[in-house]
């Protein structure tokens, strides 16, 4: 049993750390976001020259031989400084797919670009009437020749428009909501036929719609086994969710710190509002909320590697703990500041709107409950 | 005891709601833009157009413009109000300093400022919290010192709704530095015109612009706009914040609201199924309508103590509390609904025509009204202040 970090895990964090309070202040993030752009590339290939890209893949895969604890450790610090750019989505995700399901060709051809900061990635899965449900998917992959011609509409795509490629879930078999049938591909977002539209969102991120209109791509752009794909998105989701309750982590603890701080010094009636009970309290079950998520982040991370019901039941779990926890701590943050806390001034409400889109991805309280007591 | 309206009472709904179906305005029908958005126009159509009709202050003395409607007869028009989905009238004047003016103005004052209330010429402002006087709001600073026939006013403050369209404030001043904290407070009515005052702008996290900080430098307010007498103002306040509350339950556009949140999740698809077809989607929306009923009904007790003469006492923070957790939830609930479209961040203001705003038409900025509703737990008293009055004015704790 060690909860302890290895030395250059340590290190890893205070790369991160020193690098974020240097360019990721609160007023330079407000401002980005506010850009046409609404992301800094020049701090993705400094993400890059870091090594932060390369942190999780092994060495062979010219990664620096880390896994699920590196990714926690740099999206913990990210969330606390509510970095926008798309590491789950490039790093996490996309990596992720390669790693476990790519063939040594797509390893090649692609972990390098995403390593070195030349490629950013995206995760065209959600469709508009599959909600949380992976499997829920009216895009279709035909075979065509020795590749596939892809159809479909992809929604709330993360990060879309600031990606180059996308890795895109269809349907190469099977009725809408089968298990079976579902296949994962590789798309240039610049290929003949993807269409989209860019919007931002309330996290101050960016999202795009996206259309496929006979796509044709390769059969070097499937991932794994055609037909067989959804156990990889599975347990790929499964980690990008392990990656987001360490950026809700990172979240809640600025939030509680904030917020305890705010107490001590905000006086009314002669004192800080702190001295009352019921505020003491109050900040003391934010607390409480704040160490369960560390826990079950931890867990979740650690248990990646495991059996899927062992792995779903731990991923499935975490999501429902930070969803809960990220919910009380965020509405009690704002709430602790006043009106103070509604403004968009304040780092808080900012915090409280990430935090409460965290829940929404990859699957909320209710759809992850499901999941565990279905898994269980 | 019985919850029935009567045959007139039946009749009555039926002409208000008639006449609501015939004068509301079709370029703001089904809109559900926060205040923040509108431009001051439209905030105000709808008020002259209850203006012209003679129905803008139900709640006033008929003597002073009300329509001598029963406690039952407002009831039924707020619910008509809220089922036709009208855009809320703005209660500064008319239900914040207005009834201040008539209960506690000389007859002069009343002469001066109630027609422009009623009428909507003049748009008032609150004047009450300040950056260091929130949930203890008898702790504020802002000064008036008299010279001669005038108060000179310097300080600031916050939070103040819609002051950026404000031809006159309400503001509680200091006027006896050195009197206990409520006792050297006087109720001050400024016009937005004068030399020394600067609004500012602050935007809150959805996006909108409904709030500002009001600064006050060595601004010069004629004497003859003192109400009541000096250094009684906290009296006039606390009267005022007492009607506040009473208003503040919304049970009838909560109904509404709720309405709303079931055809969102009746559309929504959960494995091809209908959201609102889930257990567990089912029963939050159902508990949320229990909460409702019962609010609903609590209200309905304290309008019927109300019409016996009793005033809405403490209890009027249980509406204050309620409501305002009721309006959360349901706003919570409706971004939930919508799956993954609870990203879409909708335009709230420099809308140029061009934003794109994907999904079903009725997802884009449900995230932002959530965001938007934590302040109802913050303003008017904030809950834990209401959860004090409670404990100390009812319990006797």
């Known amino acids: 049993m060690d909860f302890s970090f290895t030395e250059e895990q340590t290190l890893l964090r205070n790369t991160v750390q020193s690098l974020l309070a240097d ?124 590749g596939y011609t892809i159809n479909g509409y992809k929604a709330v795509v993360l990060g879309a428009p600031w990606a180059q490629k996308l890795i895109v879930t269809a349907r190469s078999a099977g009725g809408q909501r089968d298990r079976d049938g579902v296949s994962v591909f590789i798309v240039d977002k610049s290929a003949a036929g993807v269409s989209t539209r860019d919007y931002p969102t309330v996290d101050g991120r960016r999202a795009s719609e996206i259309t496929f209109e006979n796509v044709k791509v390769g059969a070097d752009a499937l991932i794994g086994v055609e037909g067989k794909g959804l156990p990889l998105v599975e347990k790929i989701t499964d980690e990008a969710i392990a990656a987001l309750s360490a950026e809700a982590i990172g979240c809640m603890k600025e939030l509680n710190a904030a917020t305890v701080e705010y107490c001590k010094t905000r006086k009314q009636f002669g004192v800080p509002i702190g001295k009352f009970q019921v505020l003491q309290h109050r900040m003391v079950d934010m607390f409480m909320a704040y160490e369960q998520s560390v826990s079950m982040t931890y867990m979740v991370n650690l248990k990646l590697g495991e059996s899927d019901v062992e792995r779903t039941k731990a991923a499935a779990g975490a999501k429902v703990q930070i969803g809960k926890a990220g919910r009380f701590v965020g509405q009690q943050a704002v709430q602790l500041h006043g009106g103070m806390g509604m403004t968009d001034e304040l780092n808080v409400g900012h915090y409280f709107k990430r935090l409460t889109m965290i829940d929404t991805q990859f699957g909320n309280v209710d759809h992850q409950l499901k999941r565990y007591s279905e898994a269980a | 005891m019985d919850m029935s309206f009567s045959p007139e009472e039946l009749a009555f709904r039926d002409e208000v709601r008639e006449f609501i179906a015939n004068n509301y305005p079709q370029e703001l029908k089904g809109g559900r833009r926060t205040r923040g958005e509108m431009s001051k126009e439209d905030i105000l159509k709808w008020h002259r157009i209850l203006y012209k009709k003679g129905w803008v202050v139900p709640h006033w003395p008929v003597e002073y413009g009300g329509t001598g409607w029963t406690i039952t007869q407002r009831y039924i028009w707020n619910e008509e109000n809220a089922r036709a989905e009208t855009s809320p009238l703005l209660p500064f004047g008319l239900s914040m300093v207005g009834p201040v003016i008539y209960t506690f103005g000389n007859e002069e004052q009343k002469k001066r400022f109630l027609p422009g209330i009623l009428s909507a010429d003049d748009w008032w402002c609150q004047g009450y919290s300040e950056p260091g006087a929130g949930s203890d709001l008898a702790s504020l600073r802002t000064k008036a010192v008299r010279e001669g026939d005038h108060y000179i006013v310097n300080g600031g403050k916050t939070w103040t709704t819609l002051a950026q369209f404000a031809d006159w404030m309400f503001c509680l001043v200091r006027t006896d530095p050195n009197a206990k ?78 309405e709303r949140l079931k055809k969102i999740a009746a559309a929504e698809l959960v494995d091809g199924e209908p959201l609102m077809k889930t257990d567990e989607f089912a029963r939050k929306v159902a508990e949320l309508e229990i909460d409702l009923s019962a609010l609903e009904v609590t209200e309905l007790r304290t309008l019927a103590a109300e019409s016996r003469g009793r005033g809405p006492g403490p209890e009027a923070s249980i509406l204050k509390i309620k409501g305002t957790e009721i309006q959360q939830r349901i706003t919570e609930l409706t971004m939930e609904a919508v799956g993954n479209y609870a990203f879409v961040q909708a335009p709230r203001m420099e809308v140029t025509g061009n934003e794109f705003t994907p999904g079903p038409d009725y997802a884009p900025g449900v995230s932002q009204d959530y965001f938007n509703m934590r302040k109802t737990s913050i303003y008017g008293g904030s809950n834990e202040i209401q959860h004090n009055i409670i404990a100390k004015m009812v319990l006797g704790l």
């Open chain 1, 23 to 146: 360019k990721y202040d609160f007023d330079t993030r407000r401002k980005v976001v506010k850009t046409a752009d609404g992301w800094r590339p020049e701090m993705w290939a400094q993400f890059a020259e870091l090594g932060l890209l390369a942190a999780p893949f092994s060495e062979e895969l010219g990664g620096l031989g880390g896994g699920a604890i590196e990714n926690m450790i740099v999206m913990e610090e990210f969330g606390r400084h509510l970095v926008v750019e798309p590491y789950i989505e490039t790093v996490v995700i996309a990596g992720g797919f390669l790693r476990e399901g790519g063939s040594k060709e797509q390893q090649e051809a692609h972990i390098p670009g995403i390593v070195g900061g030349e490629t950013v990635w995206a995760f065209a899965y959600a469709e508009p009437q599959g909600r949380y449900n992976l499997a829920d998917l009216k895009t279709t992959a035909k075979k065509d020749g020795a």
């Open chain 2, 181 to 258: 904290a409520q006792e050297g407070i006087s109720f001050l009515l400024i016009d937005m015109k004068t030399p020394g005052i600067t609004v500012r702008p602050i935007i809150t996290m959805d996006g909108s612009h409904e709030v500002n900080e009001v600064f006050l430098e060595d601004v010069k307010v004629p004497a003859e706009n003192l109400i009541g007498e000096e250094n009684k103002g906290w009296t006039y306040a606390k009267f005022l914040l007492g009607n506040e509350r009473s208003g503040i339950a919304g049970v009838a556009r909560s109904k509404k609201a709720i």
